[in-house]
């Protein structure tokens, strides 16, 4: 991804900027038009010349300002307690495959980690976490097609807490057709891992993938609307789609970006890092 904004608004060479132009080569690149508005604006607001890297300078401070300079690690807890993480997000975004990857990074830092495959309505979704969880040896708790997500992800708990395991990561169902299902889905699910864990789930967080552009966007305010993110996974970003979009999210919604995914290996993630972002970005 990187210097992807650079080479998009360096040609704005000449002291007679196109704004037009400016501002849609910002929001093509997935800042949302609240921001690309915003630092068109600044720019405009310049008395004097302004040159490419004068462009890349001011976007770069209005995406600096956005996004948090750190973000919160995930932690276990120090009682105990299994940390429940839901996994969120429309079919192919990669939900799955960041699940397993999260997993990974987990226990590679150390910790037991308890897989739930609650979209019991996809097979393919179950049998897929199933490699996963031969792979990375890390238990898995299924049920049957069509059982319902709730019960699998507080065998799960039960799971978590009789193997010792820190972690319990749920990959849920987001079906946004249906956003009713959905909330009440979730609402399930913080009832009934309430019945173990008050607290729980202790995350939530959302998978989008970058190359679908502002669509991201959309199912990010859709999902919080159901039920509250805590963070944001994007997936990808090795492809086209250069994950300007997690921006106008943060900014929009306050919904930090956690993690990113780079390739289909399980090793293709890394904790998300704002400096290096807005470095490779712009
Ligand atoms: P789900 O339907 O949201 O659970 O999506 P999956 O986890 O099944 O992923 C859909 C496809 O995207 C699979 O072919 C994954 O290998 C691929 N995928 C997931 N994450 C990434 C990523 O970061 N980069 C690339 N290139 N592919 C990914």
Wanted: overall charge neutral.
């Amino acid at each position: 991804m990187a210097g992807f904004f650079k080479s998009l608004i360096q040609r704005f060479t000449k002291p007679d900027i196109d704004w037009d132009d400016l501002e849609a080569s910002l929001i093509a690149g997935d800042l949302g038009p609240k921001l690309a508005l915003q630092i068109v604006s600044d720019l405009q607001a310049q008395q004097r010349k302004l040159h490419g890297a004068d462009i890349v300078q001011v976007a770069r401070d209005h995406v600096r300002k956005i996004l948090p300079e750190s973000v919160p690690h995930l932690t276990p807890f120090a009682d105990g307690r299994p940390k429940v993480l839901l996994i969120v997000g429309v079919n192919g975004v990669g939900k799955t495959t960041s699940t397993a990857k999260l997993a990974h990074l987990l226990q590679h830092a150390g910790h037991k980690v308890v897989l739930a495959a609650a979209d019991t309505f996809r097979a393919a979704a179950v049998e897929q976490l199933q490699v996963w969880s031969q792979r990375l040896d890390a238990p898995l708790v299924k049920g049957p097609p069509n059982s319902d997500p709730a019960a699998v992800c507080f065998e799960g708990y039960e799971m978590a807490v009789k193997t010792g395991a820190s972690f319990l990561l749920c990959d849920t169902a987001g079906r946004l057709h249906t956003k009713h299902n959905l909330m009440e889905e979730m609402k399930k699910i913080h009832r009934v891992l309430g019945r173990k864990d008050p607290t729980s789930p202790h995350e939530i967080i959302l998978v989008v993938d970058a190359t679908t552009g502002s669509n991201a966007l959309q199912q990010a305010r859709e999902f919080h609307k159901a039920i509250p993110l805590t963070g944001l996974i994007v997936t990808k970003l090795d492809g086209s789609g250069k994950g300007g979009v997690l921006v106008p999210i943060q900014q929009e919604l306050k919904v930090p970006t956690r993690f990113i995914g780079l390739g289909e290996k399980v090793e293709d993630f890394q904790a998300f890092d704002s400096k290096r972002f807005v470095d490779e970005l712009l």
